[in-house]
């Protein structure tokens, strides 16, 4: 399966400010997902990753807020813009290696933002 | 309604105890399921897919049942290292659309 090196691990951040989180894949894939995990809550889908054409943005989630960018089929990165405490929570890209087959996840960005 | 309903647990069981968990799906349209086993502060990992026949993987047996719209997994002669949160996926006829139940949280306990 896709082994996904993802950065930073956490991080602590100040209102207002952005924080851009990167994953790697080592291999090519056509889509990468990110999704959002709340403290005591399930993984909710923030976007897919397209490669040369703009993300696909779920219900409740807008490009202005976490503008994704995927330049090549093995590298992604989401921003969280305009940070407010309400965006504390764990971050993690994904691939789909294949149909009939789980996500495999990078190892999540644990955000606080003060 | 939620797409993908677990119960939250918690659930206590002694170790070598035996445990099963349910989740229940709304779509019958589903098309592949999947348990994922989340460790504390660790990202989900992907535990077993629940194919249409039932499945097992040692001390784990995963179970779907379309006409109840439901998928079960029995973990058998529990173990401490059993202790996790265990999520229920279910796929629809898109790859790109999975759901995520919120989780049972097992404690197994020596």
């Known amino acids: 399966s896709a082994v996904i090196s993802q950065k930073p691990s956490r991080d602590i951040c100040q209102r207002g400010t952005s924080l851009t989180i990167q994953c790697q894949v080592d291999?090519?894939?056509?889509?990468m997902f990110w999704y959002r995990q709340q403290p005591g809550q399930s993984l909710t889908l923030i976007a897919t990753?397209?490669?040369?054409?703009?993300?696909?943005?779920e219900s409740g989630f807008v490009i202005d807020k976490f503008p994704i960018s995927r330049p090549n089929l093995t590298f992604s990165t989401l921003t969280v813009s305009n940070m407010s405490p309400e965006d504390s929570s764990i971050y993690l890209c994904?691939?789909?290696?294949?149909?009939?087959?789980?996500?495999?996840f990078g190892s999540g960005t644990r955000l606080t933002v003060v | 309604r939620k797409e993908v309903e677990q119960d939250p647990g918690p659930f206590n069981v002694p170790e070598g105890a035996t445990v099963a968990f349910n989740c229940t799906y709304s779509?019958?349209?589903?098309?592949?399921f999947f348990w994922y086993r989340q460790d504390c502060r660790k990202e989900p990992k992907l535990l077993m897919s629940?194919?249409?026949s039932g499945n097992e993987d040692g001390r784990f047996t995963a179970q779907l049942n379309r006409a109840s719209q439901y998928i079960s997994l029995l973990i058998r002669d529990s173990k401490l290292s059993d202790s996790a949160t265990y999520l229920c996926?279910?796929?629809?006829?898109?790859?790109?659309?999975?759901?995520f139940g919120s989780g049972t949280k097992l404690n197994v306990k020596p």
């Open positions: 994904s691939v789909f290696p294949g149909q009939g087959r789980g996500y495999t």
């Open positions: 291999s090519q894939v056509t889509m």
């Open positions: 990753a397209n490669q040369g054409s703009e993300a696909t943005y």
């Open positions: 779509n019958s349209a589903s098309q592949s």
């Open positions: 629940v194919y249409s």
């Open positions: 996926v279910v796929n629809l006829n898109n790859f790109n659309k999975f759901y």
